[in-house]
């Protein structure tokens, strides 16, 4: 056989072979790429960006000891053990964490797996508190009963009426494993306005052809407070489910907690036919705020949804709790009543009171963002250590960066050097009452305050911001004191509504060490504020309690009036001492505080209250001598959270951050595309506040009470149609949302806006009475508390492109939101002050409303640009804009009802075509 055709013919067989295969795997890759529907279907893995791995999984040089970054010392090798430890970690993390899985279709995990074993934590949260109250009674019935004949016994037995309000919790607790946490809690609930509908009194002392329609209601403002220790378990096995971590949880608490019954007030009125005094009476009896302490427990389930990335610095909480609250005892009870002994035939009590509320809660975790273990030594101490030691806080915090603050408080409130007299004038037409001066002590339901800081930190122990600070909902009140000089037996107390905002340049100082214990850092600050402030003093009146022969001259009957006053804001200037602590993770690349300290807020002087020439035209009568606070203060301690704009260690002390070829800490601004800069985290939260500028567009009303036979002919007609005053007050947004393309985002919404007095001027009656009862020279006005509330969904279009300046990110966008929404008008009065002919001596006649709930469809626009780090990983970002709210009509505010009474309605109904504000406003956005 020739040897060169052998060869021919094998490398011929060779190359039809190799042609064979190339052909043959060609088609099977064009088959599977035709055929295949499952592998078309198969989730999209998404790689972890490095950022995100543990810091064992970087390069050998960013992986050891960063803390010892930038010290200028020599790195030692580290030892055979240690390399060791480190592969081994390295290879389980790289394993566990290198890829996650993008898909619509679930999956299950460790909760180790995602997230620390230990840690701190705060969370915040809020939800609506639906309240129960148990087997309320009470005798509406006043005593002494020989000064209540016209009204006889009134026996209550049934449900109250209360208006929805936000229940807050703040929470400062430890996660002991993935799945087991406890803390300890504080909860609060106020602005809740309770009150019974109107009860036909039994039987009167007087025959009833004289006295007819005797009737009787108690109103109250209700707040809610407790202190609890809480544990938590969550299902130790999250479910992955498009990037994000969803987990159930359940948990119990116990404590003491108190009710606050303030602003007690028993409403009560009468139609009497007596001769030369035909017509409609009525008497507010102001009775003592009650404090009811109690064992207070309850259980809170939800769940707990979480980014599925390792690096679980937040997360949100969707629940629900139930708390039961104890008992109220003995409101209304006579031996508590003061000087003027009035007080109720049987003390108004419930059983119990208990709540559910639906929740949004924020957790801020005080871990280590890259999901490792903190390192082991800094200056050669181990972190993890039970014997603390000292290390300079530039080991541990950027040296500059952007900050936002969040705190929350109880204030203590200190009113010092009270002076007046709280006499009407001109006297001559409350002559009857005497007079009441001399010194005063306040008493106040204490509030929450809340303060938001955005600022800028200068070095390691200097830092400056801009700092919005206040408290709302405070029903104050002076001592029930007896009147002097009086031909009746009364005493008086000031009454008002205040609410405290401020907004400052603060400063802070802080100490350059920092205290290391267990794998924690702890630094102590001083801080001080100054600016303007103002404070709203809003339905203030003066009450006058007693008895006497008003307003039947020659009979002793309970005297009960509310003389209004003008509502009155007064500037001043704001003084702010604040120290507190500190505390975050023993690492550099952990920029989340966690803020525990008190605070002293001087709020300046209260000048003129009640001044006679700063009254309405229409009625230029207020106090004798103005009431003055010579200097009011408070104390709040406060917990907090604190976040830096620096997320990136590596790029913000090793070397600059680039994009598109430009450093980001660039003096020159440029532009660059989002998507360049896009973490791959698709949720977010975020919270808003600002204050809400409301307009009141076309009210209408007549006061005139029904039926217009008997009222109008008693106390006239008065028309209105002008805009009502009103207290400025925050506008809160809480929202959480899903980014669908870099430049889109969808989210929904809640908004809320509480602590608003609505009162119009007091007018004169445009048609007066025709002589048929016996007062004359009547004036009038109506007076509300309001609150708003939305549910929207709202859907956010941001610029494709970002302006890049000194490492931060500004880019712009727009907004719109539509859903249902809700005005409140509670503790309706309309107050009517007027002369009683025979005796030539004013008196009040109150006609208390029945509250108002208005659904409307209420939408926005919203308008501003965002601000975070310009690195790729920032969690954290601020939003500064404009928002516009339409809240839709309000309508038919004492309109006659099941819940008016036989007379208790407006002749024509208080109605507002239209309400809506404008609020600019600052919010915290977090990425997960």
Same mark, same amino acid.
């Given at each position: 056989?020739?040897?060169?055709?052998?060869?021919?013919?094998?490398?011929?067989?060779?190359?039809?072979?190799?042609?064979?295969?190339?052909?043959?795997?060609?088609?099977?890759?064009?088959?599977?790429?035709?055929?295949?529907?499952?592998?078309?279907?198969?989730?999209?893995?998404?790689?972890?960006?490095?950022?995100?791995?543990?810091?064992?999984?970087?390069?050998?040089?960013?992986?050891?000891?960063?803390?010892?970054?930038?010290?200028?010392?020599?790195?030692?090798?580290?030892?055979?053990?240690?390399?060791?430890?480190?592969?081994?970690?390295?290879?389980?993390?790289?394993?566990?964490?290198?890829?996650?899985?993008?898909?619509?279709?679930?999956?299950?995990?460790?909760?180790?797996?995602?997230?620390?074993?230990?840690?701190?934590?705060?969370?915040?949260?809020?939800?609506?508190?639906?309240?129960?109250?148990?087997?309320?009674?009470?005798?509406?019935?006043?005593?002494?009963?020989?000064?209540?004949?016209?009204?006889?016994?009134?026996?209550?037995?049934?449900?109250?009426? =209360?208006?929805?309000?936000?229940?807050?919790?703040?929470?400062?607790?430890?996660?002991?494993?993935?799945?087991?946490?406890?803390?300890?809690?504080?909860?609060?609930?106020?602005?809740?306005?309770?009150?019974?509908?109107?009860?036909?009194?039994?039987?009167?002392?007087?025959?009833?052809?004289?006295?007819?329609?005797?009737?009787?209601?108690?109103?109250?403002?209700?707040?809610?407070?407790?202190?609890?220790?809480?544990?938590?378990?969550?299902?130790?096995?999250?479910?992955?489910?498009?990037?994000?971590?969803?987990?159930?949880?359940?948990?119990?608490?116990?404590?003491?907690?108190?009710?606050?019954?303030?602003?007690?007030?028993?409403?009560?009125?009468?139609?009497?036919?007596?001769?030369?005094?035909?017509?409609?009476?009525?008497?507010?009896?102001?009775?003592?705020?009650?404090?009811?302490?109690?064992?207070?427990?309850?259980?809170?389930?939800?769940?707990?949804?979480?980014?599925?990335?390792?690096?679980?610095?937040?997360?949100?909480?969707?629940?629900?709790?139930?708390?039961?609250?104890?008992?109220?005892?003995?409101?209304?009870?006579?031996?508590?009543?003061?000087?003027?002994?009035?007080?109720?035939?049987?003390?108004?009590?419930?059983?119990?009171?208990?709540?559910?509320?639906?929740?949004?809660?924020?957790?801020?975790?005080?871990?280590?963002?890259?999901?490792?273990?903190?390192?082991?030594?800094?200056?050669?101490?181990?972190?993890?250590?039970?014997?603390?030691?000292?290390?300079?806080?530039?080991?541990?915090?950027?040296?500059?960066?952007?900050?936002?603050?969040?705190?929350?408080?109880?204030?203590?409130?200190?009113?010092?050097?009270?002076?007046?007299?709280?006499?009407?004038?001109?006297?001559?037409?409350?002559?009857?009452?005497?007079?009441?001066?001399?010194?005063?002590?306040?008493?106040?339901?204490?509030?929450?305050?809340?303060?938001?800081?955005?600022?800028?930190?200068?070095?390691?122990?200097?830092?400056?911001?801009?700092?919005?600070?206040?408290?709302?909902?405070?029903?104050?009140?002076?001592?029930?004191?007896?009147?002097?000089?009086?031909?009746?037996?009364?005493?008086?107390?000031?009454?008002?509504?205040?609410?405290?905002?401020?907004?400052?340049?603060?400063?802070?100082?802080?100490?350059?060490?920092?205290?290391?214990?267990?794998?924690?850092?702890?630094?102590?600050?001083?801080?001080?504020?100054?600016?303007?402030?103002?404070?709203?003093?809003?339905?203030?009146?003066?009450?006058?309690?007693?008895?006497?022969?008003?307003?039947?001259?020659?009979?002793?009957?309970?005297?009960?009036?509310?003389?209004?006053?003008?509502?009155?804001?007064?500037?001043?200037?704001?003084?702010?001492?604040?120290?507190?602590?500190?505390?975050?993770?023993?690492?550099?690349?952990?920029?989340?505080?966690?803020?525990?300290?008190?605070?002293?807020? =001087?709020?300046?002087?209260?000048?003129?209250?009640?001044?006679?020439?700063?009254?309405?035209?229409?009625?230029?009568?207020?106090?004798?001598?103005?009431?003055?606070?010579?200097?009011?203060?408070?104390?709040?301690?406060?917990?907090?959270?604190?976040?830096?704009?620096?997320?990136?260690?590596?790029?913000?002390?090793?070397?600059?951050?680039?994009?598109?070829?430009?450093?980001?800490?660039?003096?020159?601004?440029?532009?660059?595309?989002?998507?360049?800069?896009?973490?791959?985290?698709?949720?977010?939260?975020?919270?808003?506040?600002?204050?809400?500028?409301?307009?009141?567009?076309?009210?209408?009303?007549?006061?005139?009470?029904?039926?217009?036979?008997?009222?109008?002919?008693?106390?006239?007609?008065?028309?209105?149609?002008?805009?009502?005053?009103?207290?400025?007050?925050?506008?809160?947004?809480?929202?959480?949302?899903?980014?669908?393309?870099?430049?889109?985002?969808?989210?929904?919404?809640?908004?809320?806006?509480?602590?608003?007095?609505?009162?119009?001027?007091?007018?004169?009656?445009?048609?007066?009475?025709?002589?048929?009862?016996?007062?004359?020279?009547?004036?009038?006005?109506?007076?509300?508390?309001?609150?708003?509330?939305?549910?929207?969904?709202?859907?956010?279009?941001?610029?494709?492109?970002?302006?890049?300046?000194?490492?931060?990110?500004?880019?712009?966008?727009?907004?719109?939101?539509?859903?249902?929404?809700?005005?409140?008008?509670?503790?309706?009065?309309?107050?009517?002050?007027?002369?009683?002919?025979?005796?030539?001596?004013?008196?009040?006649?109150?006609?208390?409303?029945?509250?108002?709930?208005?659904?409307?469809?209420?939408?926005?626009?919203?308008?501003?640009?965002?601000?975070?780090?310009?690195?790729?990983?920032?969690?954290?970002?601020?939003?500064?804009?404009?928002?516009?709210?339409?809240?839709?009509?309000?309508?038919?505010?004492?309109?006659?009802?099941?819940?008016?009474?036989?007379?208790?309605?407006?002749?024509?109904?208080?109605?507002?075509?239209?309400?809506?504000?404008?609020?600019? =406003?600052?919010?915290?956005?977090?990425?997960?």
């Amino acid at each position: 056989m020739n040897i060169k055709k052998v060869l021919i013919n094998q490398k011929n067989k060779m190359k039809k072979t190799f042609f064979t295969l190339i052909i043959l795997f060609t088609c099977q890759g064009l088959l599977f790429s035709e055929s295949s529907d499952e592998e078309r279907k198969a989730p999209k893995l998404v790689r972890v960006p490095l950022s995100f791995l543990p810091s064992n999984e970087k390069d050998a040089s960013s992986s050891s000891s960063s803390q010892d970054m930038g010290q200028g010392e020599k790195k030692r090798a580290p030892s055979k053990k240690k390399r060791e430890r480190l592969k081994r970690k390295r290879r389980i993390k790289k394993k566990k964490y290198k890829y996650l899985i993008n898909s619509w279709e679930p999956y299950w995990v460790s909760a180790k797996d995602i997230e620390e074993e230990k840690y701190l934590f705060f969370q915040a949260n809020i939800g609506v508190g639906f309240l129960y109250f148990d087997k309320v009674r009470g005798n509406l019935g006043g005593v002494p009963a020989n000064l209540f004949t016209a009204n006889g016994s009134i026996p209550f037995q049934g449900r109250l009426r =209360y208006n929805k309000t936000p229940l807050f919790e703040y929470l400062l607790g430890y996660q002991f494993k993935p799945f087991v946490s406890a803390a300890f809690s504080y909860q609060h609930q106020d602005s809740v306005s309770i009150f019974t509908k109107f009860i036909n009194s039994q039987n009167t002392g007087i025959p009833t052809g004289r006295v007819i329609n005797a009737q009787g209601q108690l109103r109250s403002q209700f707040a809610i407070d407790a202190f609890m220790l809480k544990g938590f378990a969550e299902f130790p096995w999250p479910m992955i489910w498009k990037l994000a971590a969803f987990s159930p949880y359940f948990g119990a608490g116990i404590g003491v907690g108190w009710q606050s019954w303030t602003n007690n007030e028993l409403d009560l009125m009468y139609t009497t036919n007596e001769a030369g005094y035909a017509g409609y009476v009525s008497s507010q009896i102001f009775l003592k705020s009650k404090y009811s302490a109690n064992l207070v427990w309850g259980l809170d389930a939800g769940l707990k949804i979480q980014s599925a990335f390792p690096s679980n610095n937040f997360c949100v909480k969707l629940g629900c709790k139930y708390n039961q609250w104890g008992q109220a005892r003995s409101i209304g009870k006579i031996q508590d009543q003061g000087s003027a002994k009035l007080g109720l035939f049987k003390p108004f009590k419930v059983k119990t009171v208990y709540s559910f509320a639906p929740h949004l809660a924020f957790q801020w975790n005080i871990t280590d963002s890259s999901f490792s273990l903190p390192p082991d030594r800094i200056n050669g101490h181990y972190v993890n250590t039970w014997k603390p030691f000292f290390a300079d806080a530039s080991e541990l915090q950027l040296p500059k960066a952007i900050f936002t603050e969040f705190t929350g408080g109880v204030g203590f409130l200190y009113f010092a050097g009270l002076k007046g007299n709280l006499t009407m004038s001109p006297p001559t037409s409350y002559g009857a009452y005497g007079q009441c001066p001399g010194k005063y002590s306040m008493r106040y339901n204490r509030t929450p305050v809340i303060e938001y800081v955005f600022g800028f930190k200068l070095n390691q122990w200097v830092k400056v911001g801009f700092s919005k600070q206040f408290q709302s909902n405070i029903y104050v009140h002076t001592k029930l004191k007896p009147n002097i000089n009086s031909t009746v037996a009364v005493s008086s107390q000031f009454q008002a509504n205040l609410n405290l905002l401020a907004g400052a340049l603060k400063v802070y100082i802080e100490i350059p060490k920092a205290l290391i214990w267990k794998n924690l850092a702890y630094s102590a600050y001083v801080a001080g504020a100054f600016g303007p402030c103002w404070q709203s003093w809003n339905r203030m009146g003066l009450a006058i309690k007693g008895s006497g022969n008003q307003p039947f001259p020659g009979r002793n009957s309970a005297i009960g009036y509310l003389f209004p006053l003008r509502s009155k804001v007064i500037p001043n200037p704001y003084f702010m001492a604040d120290s507190g602590i500190k505390i975050k993770n023993a690492r550099l690349d952990v920029n989340f505080y966690m803020l525990i300290g008190c605070k002293y807020s =001087y709020w300046g002087a209260s000048r003129n209250l009640g001044e006679v020439l700063q009254q309405y035209p229409a009625y230029r009568e207020g106090l004798f001598r103005a009431f003055t606070i010579k200097q009011l203060y408070s104390f709040a301690p406060y917990l907090g959270v604190q976040w830096d704009f620096g997320d990136s260690f590596q790029y913000t002390r090793k070397k600059p951050y680039t994009v598109d070829g430009r450093e980001t800490n660039a003096i020159v601004p440029f532009f660059a595309q989002i998507k360049n800069l896009y973490d791959g985290r698709p949720y977010y939260a975020q919270v808003n506040t600002g204050i809400g500028f409301l307009y009141f567009e076309r009210v209408r009303s007549n006061f005139a009470g029904g039926p217009a036979q008997r009222n109008m002919d008693i106390f006239g007609e008065f028309a209105y149609s002008d805009t009502p005053g009103y207290n400025r007050t925050p506008l809160f947004e809480f929202l959480v949302g899903r980014r669908v393309q870099p430049w889109l985002n969808i989210a929904l919404s809640y908004y809320y806006q509480g602590g608003v007095a609505i009162s119009t001027p007091i007018i004169a009656a445009t048609r007066p009475s025709v002589g048929r009862g016996p007062l004359n020279n009547v004036h009038a006005r109506f007076v509300s508390n309001f609150r708003a509330d939305a549910l929207l969904l709202k859907v956010y279009f941001k610029m494709p492109f970002s302006m890049i300046w000194m490492k931060t990110i500004t880019r712009p966008y727009v907004a719109a939101g539509v859903g249902p929404g809700w005005q409140s008008w509670t503790r309706i009065d309309v107050q009517r002050v007027g002369v009683l002919t025979a005796v030539n001596t004013k008196v009040q006649m109150d006609q208390p409303l029945a509250q108002k709930i208005s659904a409307n469809v209420v939408w926005t626009i919203d308008c501003g640009f965002k601000t975070s780090a310009a690195f790729p990983n920032s969690k954290i970002s601020s939003t500064f804009g404009m928002k516009f709210v339409d809240w839709g009509q309000a309508y038919s505010m004492g309109k006659q009802g099941k819940l008016s009474g036989s007379r208790n309605f407006l002749f024509k109904p208080f109605k507002v075509r239209m309400v809506y504000s404008f609020a600019p =406003y600052f919010g915290i956005q977090w990425n997960f």
